[in-house]
């Protein structure tokens, strides 16, 4: 079994920054696509970025792109989220997840039904 804790959110203005951490634990990641996901109060939740088991390949949605950045480090069994630029409409809990790409570059938007694990969620508020 896999467990994923997510670290980093809080609260901070237009325009700041944040890093989000997620730690893997359990079992080795190394296979897995790992990605991050976002809840908005009174919204379903959205896929936001992924990253390939290797690092190699990443996507995000069109809303982040040129600001938020997904890596990770396979050694530490962690993937972390820059997110720069970041604006109100950013602001609500990010999950965590994680799903098996058997070792495949190739990723791309996934729905929450394709996940195999998730972390818990942190809450990111960005003030104007």
């Known amino acids: 079994q896999v467990q994923l804790v997510e670290s980093g959110g809080g609260l901070v203005q237009a325009g700041g920054s944040l890093r989000l951490s997620c730690a893997a634990s359990?079992?080795?990641?190394?296979?897995?696509?790992m990605g991050w996901f976002r809840q908005a109060p009174g919204k379903e939740r959205e896929f936001v970025s992924v990253?390939?088991?290797?690092?190699?390949?990443?996507y995000s949605v069109d809303s982040v792109k040129g600001r938020f950045t997904v890596s990770r480090d396979n050694a530490k069994n962690t993937v972390y989220l820059q997110m720069n630029s970041l604006k109100p409409e950013d602001t609500a809990v990010y999950y965590c997840?994680?799903?098996?790409?058997?070792?495949?570059?190739?990723?791309?938007?996934?729905?929450?039904?394709?996940?195999?694990?998730w972390g818990q969620g942190t809450q990111v508020t960005v003030s104007s």
């Open positions: 359990g079992r080795t990641v190394s296979s897995y696509a």
């Open positions: 990253i390939s088991w290797s690092g190699y390949s990443t």
């Open positions: 997840a994680a799903w098996l790409n058997y070792y495949s570059d190739y990723v791309r938007k996934v729905s929450d039904r394709e996940v195999d694990h």
